[in-house]
T-cell receptor, first 117, second 113 residues
Framework: ETGVTQTPRHLVMGMTNKKSLKCEQH?????MYWYKQSAKKPLELMFV???????ENNSVPSRFSPECPNSSHLFLHLHTLQPEDSALYLC????????????????FGPGTRLTVL | SQKIEQNSEALNIQEGKTATLTCNYT??????LQWYRQDPGRGPVFLLL?????KEKRKERLKVTFDTTLKQSLFHITASQPADSATYLC????????????FGSGTRLQVQP
């Protein structure tokens, strides 16, 4: 186990549903990330949080809404998704953002397999 | 444009041989490079990090080289085992102010018994 948990592990939803993905890290890290991984494609960074503040939004559609209530928890709220949003959604954490003192070595959760019907 | 390239073709090797995976990048000046392992349906797991001033890094059966002139990193697994079968990703920390790693698409390694 990497110290990062994600729930649910699998999610099937219709295009009109609203659901949320949850991520929790038990590592005392300050930075958390959401990635999308589609088949045969590289990991796509979605959002970056540092100390609960969003520091990057990588041109993600507004139907994805992140929330970081504290440095241990990260949510991804989903609404009116499209079938092409079906993918593996991965949460990760790192000690800090990349900088002089720290690298941003990522610790990933197991992911949520999302299917949008 | 900035790009990271890993061989998208799967690498098939015999157990006991050395597997060598390649990561090439263009237009970057990375401060360091990382390698991750990913099993199907799971999140990537960090393996090794090598900094721009390091030529080589080792960890057990793993060895990573980093040639900033060629803009290339090689990832070696010696005495490979079927349990080494997975997808291996390289990731770069950019010096462009972007606040996270950029990942390559990965190379699938299959070690035959």
């Amino acid at each position: 186990e990497t110290g990062v948990t994600q729930t649910p592990r699998h999610l099937v939803m219709g295009m009109t549903n609203k659901k949320s993905l949850k991520c929790e890290q038990h590592l005392g890290h300050n930075a958390m990330y959401w990635y999308k991984q589609s088949a045969k494609k590289p990991l796509e960074l979605m959002f970056v949080y540092s100390l609960e503040e969003r520091v990057e939004n990588n041109s993600v559609p507004s139907r994805f809404s992140p929330e970081c209530p504290n440095s241990s928890h990260l949510f991804l709220h989903l609404h009116t998704l499209q079938p092409e949003d079906s993918a593996l959604y991965l949460c990760a954490s790192s000690q800090d953002l990349a900088g002089v003192l720290y690298t941003d070595t990522q610790y990933f959760g197991p992911g949520t397999r999302l299917t949008v019907l | 444009s900035q790009k990271i390239e890993q061989n998208s073709e799967a690498l098939n090797i015999q157990e006991g041989k050395t597997a060598t995976l390649t990561c090439n990048y263009t237009n970057y000046s990375p401060a360091y490079l990382q390698w991750y392992r990913q099993d199907p349906g799971r999140g990537p797991v960090f393996l090794l990090l090598i900094r721009e001033n390091e030529k080589e890094k080792r960890k057990e059966r793993l060895k990573v080289t980093f040639d900033t002139t060629l803009k290339q990193s090689l990832f070696h697994i010696t005495a490979s085992q079927p349990a080494d079968s997975a997808t291996y990703l390289c990731a770069l920390a950019l010096d462009t102010g972007r606040r996270a790693l950029t990942f390559g698409s990965g190379t699938r390694l299959q070690v035959q018994p």
